[in-house]
């Protein structure tokens, strides 16, 4: 009986590997979203801190300007 059923699984390895794996997938995917937490906080634009932060650098520069 082994050795049939041993013949069979090999003989039809991806038919029964591939849903298997999508199964496990969906299931990981699913409690991973449901343990994660997907909030990303607002940064302001790259530019602006750019802007801001050559600013603050040329403040820094002039030490007469207080």
Do not use: C, H
Not at 29 to 48: A, G, H, I
């Amino acid at each position: 009986m082994w050795p049939i059923l041993m013949q069979f699984l090999r003989t039809n390895a991806p038919y029964i590997t591939l849903p298997i794996a999508a199964v496990v997938g969906i299931i990981g995917y699913n409690l991973e979203s449901l343990l994660s937490d997907r909030y990303t906080p607002y940064n302001k634009p790259v530019q602006d801190q750019r802007f801001e932060r050559m600013t603050e650098e040329d403040s820094l520069k002039d030490p007469t300007n207080v």
